[in-house]
């Protein structure tokens, strides 16, 4: 699964910002905040990856069991899922 086009990350002042851009602007109103874990999700699931794929990332990435961030994942996917921002 991936992230669909036309949203671009960005940080500003400090805080991860993701907004529309393109196309995506007219069926997307508003912006998402994401904190640093949402932010490296985000990256994750930038590029074409199982659930799986990322927690092997995160679990490399940060101090955490499996089990833990897998549950974290997918709470994550689930939003994303929600919001029609995933090509599956």
């Not at 932010?39 to 930038?46: I, L, P, Q, T, Y």
């Not at 199982?50 to 833990?68: F, G, L, N, R, S």
């Amino acid at each position: 699964m991936k992230i669909k086009n036309g949203f671009a990350k960005r940080n500003i002042a400090g805080s991860n910002i993701v907004v529309p851009v393109g196309k995506a602007s007219s069926s997307f109103n508003g912006m998402i905040t994401l904190n640093d874990s949402g932010s490296f999700f985000w990256d994750c699931f930038s590029n074409d990856i199982t659930i799986d794929d990322a927690v092997d990332m995160a679990v490399k990435e940060y101090d955490v069991d499996a089990q833990t961030v897998k549950k974290d994942i997918e709470h994550f996917v689930q939003m994303l899922r929600e919001n029609n921002l995933l090509d599956e």
